[in-house]
């Protein structure tokens, strides 16, 4: 910058090259515990529905862990099973102390990162993302730290799988029932659907998990379908 800048000029150039650096991020998902996991899977026994539940959470957790600028997943679970193969895939597991639903064990983990690591960025990811890819989770990421608040929404285009606020924004996550307007009401910006197929699939029935196949399982969803094809059959 010449040495005659003046101070509004140099104020704007800080802030652009702020807005450049790469953000790392810590990623929140919270698991329920097994046993009144995925409810609505009707048709699947109660033990074989707690292993799918648990082999989508296990297959969420490592593509979150191996995504590029995440530098922390917070698994926030009660579960002991999830805690203990988070800790093993490299989550960082803090139990549900607010246990009060979905939205304030986010803002509790993304709270717990702030506390530890003030200049990262904060997500929230759903747990059923059996078919997600690392590159999706990266690419929603970086376009959250252009934008500042922005989600994706889910395949059904009414729900959300992924909320991130960048550094310096408010985290104040909507998922739930049609938490794609409530997310456009907080002034999130929806992020382009068409670059996320895998993420988008969230799974809640069997019909979701036929779709997911579809596009492509984790290896720990794959396995145990491959071990019971009853699983998905009609």
Same mark, same amino acid.
């Given at each position: 910058?010449?040495?005659?800048?003046?101070?509004? !000029?140099?104020?704007?150039? !800080?802030?652009?090259?702020?807005?450049?650096? &790469?953000? *790392?991020? $810590?990623? /929140?998902?919270?698991?329920?515990?097994?046993?009144?996991?995925? @409810?609505?899977?009707?048709?699947?026994?109660?033990?074989? =529905? $707690?292993?799918?539940?648990?082999?989508?959470?296990?297959?969420?957790?490592?593509?979150? /862990?191996?995504? =590029?600028?995440?530098?922390?997943?917070?698994?926030? +679970?009660?579960? &002991?099973?999830? @805690?203990?193969?988070? /800790?093993?895939?490299?989550?960082?597991?803090?139990?549900?102390?607010?246990?009060?639903?979905?939205?304030?064990?986010?803002?509790?983990?993304?709270?717990? *990162?702030?506390?530890?690591? &003030?200049?990262?960025?904060?997500?929230?990811?759903?747990?059923? %993302?059996?078919?997600?890819?690392?590159?999706?989770?990266?690419?929603?990421?970086?376009?959250?730290?252009?934008?500042?608040?922005?989600?994706?929404?889910?395949?059904?285009?009414?729900? +959300?799988?992924?909320?991130?606020?960048? &550094?310096?924004?408010?985290?104040?996550?909507?998922?739930?029932? #049609? @938490?794609?307007?409530?997310? %456009?009401?907080?002034?999130?910006? #929806?992020?382009?659907?068409?670059?996320?197929?895998?993420?988008?699939?969230?799974?809640?029935?069997?019909?979701?998990?036929?779709?997911?196949?579809?596009?492509?399982?984790?290896?720990? !969803?794959?396995?145990? %379908?491959?071990?019971?094809? @009853?699983? /998905?059959?009609?």
């Amino acid at each position: 910058m010449a040495p005659d800048a003046d101070p509004e !000029t140099a104020q704007f150039v !800080t802030r652009q090259s702020a807005r450049l650096r &790469p953000v *790392s991020w $810590s990623l /929140v998902i919270p698991v329920k515990v097994l046993a009144q996991a995925k @409810s609505r899977l009707t048709g699947i026994a109660g033990q074989r =529905r $707690s292993e799918l539940a648990l082999a989508m959470a296990a297959d969420t957790i490592a593509v979150a /862990v191996s995504a =590029r600028s995440v530098g922390a997943v917070l698994v926030v +679970t009660d579960d &002991p099973v999830v @805690s203990d193969i988070a /800790v093993g895939l490299g989550a960082l597991v803090l139990p549900d102390a607010p246990a009060a639903g979905l939205n304030d064990a986010l803002a509790y983990g993304a709270a717990h *990162s702030e506390a530890i690591w &003030p200049e990262r960025g904060r997500a929230g990811l759903a747990g059923d %993302l059996p078919a997600a890819q690392p590159e999706e989770i990266t690419a929603a990421l970086e376009a959250a730290a252009r934008l500042g608040a922005a989600f994706v929404p889910d395949a059904d285009g009414t729900g +959300t799988v992924l909320y991130a606020a960048a &550094p310096g924004s408010q985290f104040r996550p909507r998922f739930g029932p #049609e @938490s794609r307007e409530r997310h %456009l009401a907080s002034g999130a910006a #929806e992020l382009d659907a068409s670059r996320f197929a895998g993420l988008r699939r969230d799974v809640d029935t069997i019909a979701d998990l036929r779709l997911a196949a579809e596009i492509g399982l984790g290896p720990r !969803t794959r396995a145990l %379908l491959a071990a019971d094809a @009853s699983i /998905v059959l009609p």
